[in-house]
């Protein structure tokens, strides 16, 4: 039969659409409506999952996002399998394929569960004290083979196939938490215009008035109440609902995360809509109205599929018409176990329920459910209960007041009830720093000082009465006080940790934290062996740990070390909460930035010519560069050889539009530079350039490049591509914070000015033709000047500079120009070979040269000496930054590491990158390292490979041989001075 | 000699916005702008220059004639605005207006982008990536201020009563911000 | 992410921010008088208070300026925030 356990009416699933999914191969047939748990209850399925660590068969204990046991493996189809789901929070769709965890080789037949049978070998700490030695084991062999077995799910192997978005959001009042109180604080919050959002982490907003049939408020229904305060709150444009909206994360200043669950629940996922968006909301005001958890009886085998939380077989019943068992006995210490007792009955259930507590503790509950013939029987314990993979009973044993326990009986049922009282839900509270409270009265930790603008609402602090909770949360909406009519709710319970038993208590697992495994003995354990900490006992037991973060089971852990300790519990402690309040998939914390969103790609205006002309690009920062141009059939090594020869025989062009540029302006500008770079500036005349280096304040090289003086009160200064916004910020950081008397302006113009840099012996004669109002002659235009004029009709500020060693120039565009402007120079070139050439033989070119590039031959302990630019510091000036560090001694040392050449005494062999120098190769190890290799290329100019190196005392090595690390050894090399090619440096002025 | 003036070829193809249309995300076509840079001080003694009013609280726009507007962006900041045309002549007219003052102009025409934001999500798909709120209230009309979108840093703008947002960018990180506004639109088209 | 108002821009979220250390640190006018302890306490020594602790932000990506703020550093909340140069608020009541 299809859903032997549905019952024939009510709930609010909607009848009229049935759904199928799979559960471990098996068709399940569900309802619009129900949660997966529902579901696989509703067909009769108890069993869900294997324990983690014993491998005990496990049920459904909650209906919510507390759920301890019943997590499981979701397929929705390709890409799109998430392990670790809880059943009761998956809502069912059609089609979806879920299957249960940590077992082998099935849910039925489970070999781990041997480990059950070792568990008197297993006890807590269990896998800190075997697992200890050797050391190496622990990640080689130990931990997979735990993990193995005692995992969760499996990680998918396909990229995600699910799109995911962020969302960023304010308003004057978040509620979290849609129910009763929840709803009456965004009802008074929205009343005035405001703007309020409202989540809650269930597809429907209402909390307990889901569930709860026969409650009032103000004389109605209270499902009709709820009815009209969702139309109220739907119809103001200033409310914003968010339903299957989990907040998991309470940061500073009122920042809250948010997960929005939008796809799942469809049966088919559609390419338009994501998968899950990630609120993060800033609010002027907070209302946590995020309810409570009930806690379950510690007894002996508390964990049989088939026993859950009272709360939630009432929920079973009245929100998705699904009858966890026919004979349910409910067990509890508290009085809203008898509401779920009086549900199951008016469902047609067989019930019984057994109370802990003495008859005249329990109030009007006893006499109530009698009336409706059921039996209670107050002034019992449980000391345990039977079957296997479903529980078949309850054994029960009256109890004295002094703790006697009697003679057992076993109540045959096929569901147990069990409530062992409530814990408000302070996660979120405690998240925003707020200090937790203890209330002796409810046994709980509630909200104390909040420490921003915070207010809990209902059951949340501890407030269970349905007319309180809706005064409360009106009030924390800020609603001037006022009161609600509302049926008196069931409230409250007497605290029990684990319950009276005649058993040894060594022998049972009475389990506190179901998904760890954590049991009453194990904390007991913790406690004598010296952990009084409770932040030592949830470690060393892992209580509290998994995945739902103990959310039924701290106050029991808390409450035995307490009680071990014969301490009261505010004396031991709470445990701090940490986000995820539940947990958050990666897709939503990555949001869109995946694949070509995951940084921004940038590329300057000449990529897509150098795309269609076969240019392979390597990634610079953020930049993706022009790496070299291969014709067919080159390889990289061959294709930078002869872009080098083209340069350096006729003529190269390259885009450097990636340089750093920023517009220095103002009657100070020249004493700004002079301030700031290691060189003089105050002397150079508009239409020159020169080369400066900066430094940090600490003396070591920061940031390199060519300088023009434009006019007396404007340069135009240029960066490397990886400087631009650091050197810009270290300016205006300057300017702004130390020297604001300077009249100086900084402007970028990186993304302004395109650079076509044009080097070869006849670069001229490509450019001349194209160029107007500037005379190219090498008198009136020497090396290292700058002119402005036109190129092909749009500006330009034409630099004459090399980085290469030859005439060149560097033509600045701005940069919706470059590309016709690039293309009449390759037109005008193609009679003398013009050549593009990407970044790899810029790097060869400017290493034949010894030029430095910062951050290849720098690492930011390198100072203007150490790579031979010491004589370009301005000793005449009184200051500059970084100057006064150059004077430590440490900065004056002969055997620092100083730039070299090095050569291999095997021409052909191009050294590594990053190896390591040393003297002697047969010297013991650890050996004496001087250095390490900076710069390396193959130089068809030189004929050899050739090398720049940093060598502690370099340069006064020169001629000595060194040895170099090889991949398989050690390789002799020379030391040389760092320049290999025109060491005159004559033919730029060609 | 160069037989004519090179042409544009602008990072992102213009095309039309279509306010109407639940979410509509169009690149601009090429414009006029300036970086100006003048002390606070100079800007409230002089209150406009060239047309372009200076003296607005940090972070609001103002209209000026023939399309121009000008964007406080800090208390010596303006991003200066206007037809591509009128580039030589807002220089020549700023210059001149300033001269003898500390100041400075620098053209960054080609170094922005701009991208038009519109429809009844348009808020929506920003949001998507600026931390800002746009609210009517937080962000009223005139509104302009430098933030973040995603990991591109923008200028956003709401320069008149119209539900149109305008984006502007540096030119390499405009593809960026063009597919994060289309991945998070992608929701909105159609619907 | 924290809340930092801006002096000139108003509230806005960290990620617009970028941090700058400890504030009212000036740079000595004649670096070279100091004597090498001297000047590594000027480089490298911060106080770094359990409380309120002075320091920099740059508004980096909105009006781009620098400005002081008083932050209680236990508790993330910013007492005041004043542009750079100006003196520091004195928040009486004693520290």
């Given at each position: 039969m299809a859903q032997p356990c549905r019952l024939p009416?009510?709930?609010?699933?909607?009848?009229?659409?049935?759904?199928?999914?799979?559960?471990?191969?098996?068709?399940?047939?569900?309802?619009?409506?129900?949660?997966?748990?529902?579901?696989?209850?509703?067909?009769?399925?108890?069993?869900?999952?294997?324990?983690?660590?014993?491998?005990?068969?496990?049920?459904?204990?909650?209906?919510?996002?507390?759920?301890?046991?019943?997590?499981?493996?979701?397929?929705?189809?390709?890409?799109?399998?998430?392990?670790?789901?809880?059943?009761?929070?998956?809502?069912?769709?059609?089609?979806?394929?879920?299957?249960?965890?940590?077992?082998?080789?099935?849910l039925e037949h489970d070999l781990g569960a041997v480990n059950d049978l070792l568990s008197p070998v297993l006890p807590a700490g269990f896998y800190y004290k075997t697992f200890m030695w050797p050391q190496s084991f622990w990640q080689r062999v130990y931990e997979p083979k735990i993990r193995a077995a005692a995992g969760l799910g499996v990680a998918p192997h396909e990229a995600d196939a699910d799109r995911y978005v962020h969302r960023h959001a304010h308003c004057a009042v978040l509620v979290v938490g849609g129910g009763p109180a929840g709803l009456a604080a965004a009802l008074a919050a929205s009343d005035d215009g405001a703007r309020v959002i409202l989540a809650d982490e269930q597809p429907e907003f209402g909390g307990t008035l889901l569930h709860d049939l026969h409650a009032t408020i103000d004389g109605a229904p209270a499902g009709d109440w709820r009815a009209q305060a969702l139309a109220t709150l739907a119809a103001r444009a200033n409310v914003t609902l968010l339903p299957r909206t989990t907040a998991f994360g309470y940061y500073n200043h009122n920042h809250i995360a948010l997960v929005e669950r939008v796809g799942d629940h469809r049966a088919r996922q559609d390419d338009r809509r994501p998968r899950e968006r990630l609120w993060q909301v800033r609010a002027r005001q907070v209302v946590l109205a995020t309810g409570a958890h009930e806690r379950p009886l510690v007894f002996a085998d508390n964990d049989r599929p088939g026993i859950m939380l009272a709360e939630s077989v009432r929920v079973f019943i009245n929100r998705y018409a699904v009858a966890p068992g026919r004979?349910?006995?409910?067990?509890?210490?508290?009085?809203?176990?008898?509401?779920?007792?009086?549900?199951?009955?008016?469902?047609?259930?067989?019930?019984?329920?057994?109370?802990?507590?003495?008859?005249?503790?329990?109030?009007?509950?006893?006499?109530?459910?009698?009336?409706?013939?059921?039996?209670?029987?107050?002034?019992?314990?449980?000391?345990?209960?039977?079957?296997?993979?479903?529980?078949?009973?309850?054994?029960?044993a009256p109890v004295d007041a002094n703790g006697i326990v009697g003679p057992r009986r076993t109540l045959a049922c096929d569901g147990v009830g069990m409530s062992g009282g409530w814990t408000p839900a302070v996660h979120l509270f405690s998240q925003s720093r707020g200090k937790l409270r203890y209330d002796d009265a409810i046994d709980a930790f509630v909200p104390g000082t909040p420490a921003q603008a915070e207010r809990s609402a209902g059951a949340a602090r501890g407030i269970y009465d349905l007319a309180a909770c809706l005064a409360d949360g009106w009030a924390a909406g800020g609603g001037a006080a006022r009161d609600f009519a509302a049926t008196p709710s069931p409230t409250g319970f007497r605290p029990v940790r684990a319950l009276p038993t005649d058993a040894d208590a060594k022998?049972?697992?009475?389990?506190?934290?179901?998904?760890?495994?954590?049991?009453?003995?194990?904390?007991?354990?913790?406690?004598?062996?010296?952990?009084?900490?409770?932040?030592?006992?949830?470690?060393?037991?892992?209580?509290?740990?998994?995945?739902?973060?103990?959310?039924?089971?701290?106050?029991?852990?808390?409450?035995?070390?307490?009680?071990?300790?014969?301490?009261?519990?505010?004396?031991?402690?709470?445990?701090?909460?940490?986000?995820?309040?539940t947990p958050v998939t990666f897709g939503t914390i990555v949001g869109s930035a995946r694949g070509a969103l995951f940084d921004p790609i940038r590329v300057a205006p000449l990529h897509d010519w150098a795309a269609a002309h076969g240019a392979r690009f390597e990634n610079v920062g953020l930049w993706r560069r022009a790496w070299h141009f291969p014709r067919p059939g080159e390889d990289m090594h061959a294709a930078v050889r002869r872009e080098c020869r083209a340069v350096r025989e006729s003529v190269g062009i390259f885009d450097a539009s990636t340089l750093g540029k920023i517009e220095v302006v103002g009657r100070d500008a020249a004493e700004f530079l002079h301030r700031i770079y290691i060189n003089a500036w105050l002397k150079l005349e508009p239409g020159r350039c020169r080369y400066g280096v900066m430094l940090k304040e600490d003396g070591f090289i920061f940031d390199d490049g060519v300088v023009a003086r434009m006019a007396p009160d404007r340069f135009h200064v240029t960066t490397t591509t990886g400087g631009a916004a650091r050197v810009l910020a270290h300016m205006e950081d300057y300017l702004q914070t130390e020297w604001p008397d300077?009249?100086?302006?900084?402007?970028?113009?990186?993304?302004?000015?395109?650079?076509?840099?044009?080097?070869?012996?006849?670069?001229?004669?490509?450019?001349?033709?194209?160029?107007?109002?500037?005379?190219?002659?090498?008198?009136?235009?020497?090396?290292?000047?700058?002119?402005?004029?036109?190129?092909?009709?749009?500006?330009?500020?034409?630099?004459?500079?090399?980085?290469?060693?030859?005439?060149?120039?560097?033509?600045?565009?701005?940069?919706?120009?470059?590309?016709?402007?690039?293309?009449?120079?390759?037109?005008?070139?193609?009679?003398?070979?013009?050549?593009?050439?990407?970044?790899?033989?810029?790097?060869?070119?400017?290493?034949?040269?010894?030029?430095?590039?910062?951050?290849?031959e720098t690492d930011g302990t390198v100072t203007p000496d150490d790579v031979g630019l010491g004589g370009m510091i301005a000793r005449a000036k009184a200051d500059f930054v970084g100057k006064r560090s150059l004077a430590r001694p440490d900065m004056l040392k002969p055997d620092r590491k100083q730039l070299v050449g090095l050569l291999a005494d095997a021409p052909d062999l191009v050294l590594e990158e990053g190896a390591q120098i040393v003297a002697d190769p047969h010297q013991p190890i650890p050996m004496t390292m001087l250095g390490h290799v900076t710069s390396s290329y193959w130089s068809d100019?030189?004929?050899?490979?050739?090398?720049?190196?940093l060598v502690s005392g370099g340069r006064a090595r020169m001629g000595q041989t060194l040895h170099v690390t090889t991949p398989t050894g050690f390789a002799p090399a020379r030391v040389a001075a760092p320049v290999f090619f025109d060491p005159k440096g004559e033919r730029v002025h060609g | 000699m160069a037989e004519q003036a090179a042409r544009r070829t602008p990072i992102l193809a213009p095309s039309a916005a279509r306010p109407e249309a639940a979410i509509s995300i169009a690149p601009m076509v090429p414009a006029a702008r300036f970086a100006l840079r003048l002390p606070e001080a100079a800007a409230k003694a002089i209150g406009s220059a060239a047309g372009f009013r200076l003296d607005m609280a940090?972070?609001?726009?103002?209209?000026?004639?023939?399309?121009?507007?000008?964007?406080?962006?800090?208390?010596?900041?303006?991003?200066?605005?206007?037809?591509?045309?009128?580039?030589?002549?807002?220089?020549r007219d700023v210059e001149a207006a300033l001269a003898g003052r500390h100041f400075a102009l620098v053209d960054?025409?080609?170094?922005?982008?701009?991208?038009?934001?519109?429809?009844?999500?348009?808020?929506?798909?920003?949001?998507?990536?600026?931390?800002?709120?746009?609210?009517?209230?937080?962000?009223?009309?005139?509104?302009?201020?430098?933030?973040?979108?995603?990991?591109?840093?923008?200028?956003?703008?709401?320069?008149?009563?119209?539900?149109?947002?305008?984006?502007?960018?540096?030119?390499?990180?405009?593809?960026?911000?063009?597919?994060?506004?289309?991945?998070v639109g992608r929701e909105f088209a159609g619907a | 992410m924290l809340l930092v108002t801006c002096p000139h821009c108003g509230a806005r979220p960290e990620i617009e921010f970028r941090y700058g250390g400890e504030a009212h640190i000036a740079r000595p006018a004649d670096p070279s008088a100091l004597d090498d302890r001297q000047w590594a306490e000027f480089l490298y020594f911060r106080s770094n208070p359990k409380g309120v602790y002075a320091e920099r932000w740059n508004h980096a990506h909105g009006c781009g300026r620098w400005f002081n703020a008083l932050r209680d550093t236990a508790s993330d909340a910013f007492l005041a925030t004043y542009p750079a140069g100006q003196q520091r608020p004195d928040l009486g009541g004693g520290r």
């Open positions: 009416a009510g709930g609010r699933i909607d009848r009229a659409k049935p759904l199928r999914l799979r559960f471990n191969g098996r068709d399940i047939e569900a309802y619009a409506g129900d949660s997966v748990a529902a579901a696989l209850l509703a067909n009769g399925v108890r069993l869900v999952g294997r324990s983690f660590k014993y491998h005990r068969p496990r049920g459904i204990l909650s209906h919510g996002s507390d759920e301890p046991n019943a997590l499981l493996q979701v397929d929705r189809g390709p890409g799109r399998i998430d392990p670790n789901n809880r059943a009761t929070v998956v809502e069912a769709a059609d089609g979806i394929a879920v299957s249960s965890q940590n077992h082998w080789p099935s004979r349910i006995v409910f067990a509890t210490s508290g009085a809203s176990a008898y509401a779920a007792a009086a549900d199951a009955k008016a469902a047609g259930l067989d019930v019984t329920l057994v109370d802990i507590r003495a008859e005249a503790e329990c109030g009007p509950g006893p006499a109530m459910l009698r009336a409706r013939g059921i039996d209670v029987l107050p002034a019992h314990t449980i000391v345990g209960s039977t079957g296997r993979k479903a529980v078949t009973g309850l054994i029960v022998r049972v697992k009475a389990f506190v934290d179901f998904q760890n495994d954590v049991t009453a003995k194990d904390i007991a354990l913790a406690v004598r062996e010296g952990f009084e900490s409770v932040e030592h006992v949830k470690r060393y037991t892992t209580t509290g740990m998994a995945t739902d973060q103990g959310k039924t089971s701290n106050m029991a852990a808390l409450g035995l070390v307490a009680e071990i300790l014969d301490r009261p519990v505010p004396q031991v402690g709470t445990t701090t909460f940490r986000p995820p309040y300077l009249e100086v302006f900084l402007t970028s113009v990186s993304e302004q000015w395109a650079v076509i840099a044009l080097q070869g012996p006849r670069a001229r004669d490509v450019l001349a033709p194209l160029v107007e109002g500037i005379d190219l002659a090498a008198a009136s235009f020497p090396h290292m000047a700058v002119r402005t004029g036109t190129i092909c009709g749009v500006p330009t500020r034409l630099f004459r500079v090399s980085f290469t060693g030859e005439l060149g120039y560097e033509i600045n565009v701005p940069a919706d120009y470059a590309r016709a402007v690039w293309e009449a120079l390759w037109a005008r070139g193609q009679e003398f070979g013009i050549t593009p050439y990407g970044t790899e033989a810029m790097h060869v070119l400017r290493a034949e040269r010894g030029f430095i590039i910062v951050g290849q100019a030189c004929g050899r490979a050739i090398a720049l190196a | 940090i972070n609001r726009s103002a209209a000026a004639r023939d399309g121009r507007l000008a964007a406080r962006l800090g208390p010596d900041e303006w991003l200066l605005h206007g037809p591509e045309t009128a580039s030589e002549a807002i220089a960054i025409g080609h170094r922005n982008v701009a991208i038009a934001v519109a429809g009844a999500h348009a808020r929506a798909v920003i949001n998507g990536g600026c931390p800002l709120d746009l609210d009517d209230d937080a962000f009223p009309p005139g509104s302009a201020t430098r933030t973040l979108l995603g990991k591109a840093e923008i200028v956003l703008l709401r320069p008149d009563e119209a539900p149109v947002f305008r984006i502007e960018c540096w030119r390499s990180f405009a593809p960026y911000v063009l597919g994060l506004l289309e991945e | -």
